[in-house]
């Protein structure tokens, strides 16, 4: 009997904290894949030399020609790994130039359990994680 309550309070002890480990490294990988998807997209842009256009929603991160039903990639979003992602979906349009066009700066707000991080994107293509 001694022995499972041991076993018991460690457990207990252990989860909670398990629980914050996973949180944190799922939204650390969800917000990597989010500014690794704005750097492609901006880089596919520069490199092409056309405009393209970045959505970003839960269920997937998509990279298109604004006009295109196709896309020229696709990779599931932060949904999938239990991250949510508040507001509407996003859409950056890259010109050519690498520069986006249509708005100034952007923020994604990432929560999942206790993390939180927040996405800033410049029109020059800075990014910045706020914790």
């Known amino acids: 009997m001694l022995v ?12 909670p904290r398990f629980s914050r480990a996973m949180d ?12 690794a998807a ?9 490199a092409r030399g056309q405009v ?40 950056f349009t890259f010109s050519p130039t690498g520069i986006t066009l249509g708005l100034s700066n952007a923020s994604l707000l ?3 359990g206790v993390s939180v991080r927040t996405v800033v994107f410049s029109r020059l293509g800075r990014v910045r994680v706020l914790r």
């Not at 499972?4 to 989860?15: D, F, K, N, R």
């Not at 490294?25 to 894949?33: D, L, R």
């Open 52 to 91: 393209l256009t970045l959505d970003i929603d839960s269920s997937q991160l998509r990279i298109a020609h604004p006009s295109g039903t196709i896309p020229l990639w696709v990779q599931r979003g932060p949904a999938g790994s239990g991250v949510r992602l508040s507001g509407p979906t996003r859409r």
């Open 38 to 46: 704005h750097q492609r997209a901006r880089m596919m842009a520069v």
């Open 4 to 15: 499972l309550a041991v076993i018991g309070l460690l457990v207990g002890i252990a989860v």
């Open 110 to 112: 990432l929560a999942r």
């Open 24 to 35: 944190y490294i799922e939204i650390e990988a969800a917000t990597a894949e989010i500014i």
